[in-house]
């Protein structure tokens, strides 16, 4: 991912990560150096086929059909957004007392002659600390709503590694609406000859006061070769046959985007 330097916390939403023969560790669906699910990327014809019947995956051989055509997307994808769009953070100047208070006590003891606190500054610093964590929590609560369906409009419209054109848009879109300002471009392919894909479409965007410290989150957003055929999601079903988010980078994804609606609220208080 993106983003090294500055003073202000950045949220990286690339492709997945590449190592050895294969895709990278972690989420991306295998180990480095010859595992992974390599041969899903370099012979597309070939993928699988995921069918979910009470928690329980069935997966199968299945030769996959058509990709939906980009131009069918900025329809389906516009309509998707709007239902983002209608329960979007809504970015208010206003300063929570919990919040000021916090990073008022962290400013207090950042004095390079440190000495022991008092009882009565620790209780308040403990206390100011227990303000923000139940601030946030709160804040977080009211972001389900977005959360979820910023979730279920990336579910429904996923993308292989270096491909993702239309999940960048889609969070351009939301950063916009939300007011975050963001830089696109990032994450391009430099392996073409082994994983096809110009890529270039991973985002960075900035929320805070700038100075130090910078905090980096991060998500992927690249899906699988997999045929969906999950049952009882009709409304947010993949809509890109044989392409599936299957390993939550839709989620990290749409998390992400709820973390930044949630720091630009209180971007004016924080320290970095």
């Not at 131009?71 to 979007?88: P, T």
């Not at 601030?135 to 270096?162: G, I, N």
């Amino acid at each position: 991912g993106g983003g090294g330097g500055g003073g202000d916390s950045r949220f990286d939403s690339g492709g997945g990560g590449f190592g050895g023969d294969g895709f990278g560790g972690g989420d991306d669906f295998g180990g480095g150096g010859g595992g992974g699910f390599d041969d899903g990327v370099r012979a597309p014809d070939r993928t699988r086929t995921m069918r979910l019947v009470g928690g329980v995956e069935d997966a199968s051989s299945s030769s996959s059909s058509a990709a939906i055509e980009l131009d069918d997307y900025d329809e389906v994808v516009e309509a998707d957004l709007s239902g983002v769009v209608s329960v979007a953070w809504t970015n208010e100047e206003r300063r929570d007392g919990d919040v000021e208070a916090y990073f008022a006590s962290s400013a207090d003891s950042s004095d390079s002659s440190y000495s022991s606190p008092s009882p009565r500054d620790a209780d308040r610093a403990a206390a100011a600390v227990d303000g923000l964590i139940g601030a946030v929590r709160s804040r977080a609560r009211s972001l389900s709503d977005f959360t979820v369906s910023a979730r279920r409009v990336l579910h429904r419209h996923p993308e292989l590694m270096y491909n993702e054109s239309v999940t960048s848009g889609i969070v351009r879109r939301v950063l916009t609406d939300l007011g975050v300002e963001h830089t696109s471009g990032w994450a391009r392919n430099v392996h073409p000859d082994r994983i096809p894909g110009p890529g270039g479409h991973g985002v960075v965007a900035h929320v805070g006061t700038g100075g130090s410290p910078c905090v980096v989150l991060r998500a992927d957003m690249d899906a699988l070769p997999i045929h969906e055929e999950t049952e009882g999601v009709e409304d947010f079903r993949s809509a890109n046959a044989g392409r599936m988010h299957a390993c939550g980078h839709d989620g990290h994804t749409a998390m992400l985007l709820g973390a930044a609606a949630l720091l630009k609220d209180v971007e004016g208080s924080i320290g970095g």
